[in-house]
């Protein structure tokens, strides 16, 4: 393909507009692929294989259904004068790279500085979770998180940090099983506030 015809990506239309084929469309696929891979689909470990990974398919990805702002959209202004940041660390992160489908594991640490309004702290990790059941790069999914949280919340600063591991890394190819991957997105008062950024990163840090 030239590379004038691929699309970009935030040219890719919502999951609205797409298509989708149907349950047995799916499994015929995967049936392809075990064929393709060497083995029998029809011998009797591998019967139920495809229906099986069509709906761990519709359970990874499941955050093509849900949109992350509604998530965020109920907050609470009466805060007692709390001024400081708000911080979660060691969310869960569980997506799938984009480039092989394989997992991305590991942690996401995140923190806001609230104006005049605050969310719900289990809200933050469902944000984490929802970008995560999606097709991704590290890169592209800490950005989203940003940006997701700055555009509903309009805090004056969000922070987050990704440490993971990519099994495209760790089971193929070069399979450096123990490199980590770690992306930043900081924004507000967390880009221009050194020592505020210097703060978050110091809290992000494994407790010893």
């Known amino acids: 393909m030239a590379m004038d015809a691929i699309t970009p990506r935030d040219q890719i239309p919502q999951t609205n507009d797409i298509i989708r084929p149907s349950m047995d469309e799916a499994m015929d696929a995967v049936r392809t692929l075990l064929a393709w891979a060497g083995d029998d689909p029809r011998r009797e470990g591998l019967i139920d294989t495809p229906k099986r990974v069509a709906k761990a398919y519709k359970e990874f990805f499941a955050g093509y259904e849900m949109d992350p702002a509604e998530v965020l959209e109920r907050t609470f202004e009466d805060v007692q ?11 869960d992160v569980e997506s799938h790279c984009e480039h092989h489908v394989v997992p991305i594991l590991g ?12 969310v719900g ?3 933050i990790a469902r944000v984490v979770e929802i970008f995560g059941k999606r097709l991704q790069t ?8 940003a ?22 890394m760790t089971t193929r ?3 450096h099983k123990n490199v980590a991957t ?3 997105q900081f924004t507000g008062v967390f880009k221009t506030d050194k020592d505020l950024r210097n703060r978050f990163l110091r809290l992000a840090e494994p407790a010893t």
Not at 107 to 118: C, E, G, L, S
Not at 148 to 168: R, Y
């Open 173 to 175: 190819g070069v399979h």
């Open 121 to 123: 702290i289990s809200k």
């Open 107 to 118: 942690k996401a640490h995140i923190a806001y500085m609230p104006t005049d309004r605050v």
């Open 147 to 168: 940006d997701c949280i700055s555009d509903v919340l309009n805090p004056a600063g969000v922070a987050v940090l990704i440490d993971a591991k990519h099994q495209c």
């Open 138 to 145: 590290q890169e592209t999914m800490t950005a989203q998180i």
């Open 81 to 91: 004068g709390y001024d400081d940041l708000v911080m979660l660390r060691d969310i």
């Open 182 to 184: 770690i992306t930043t």
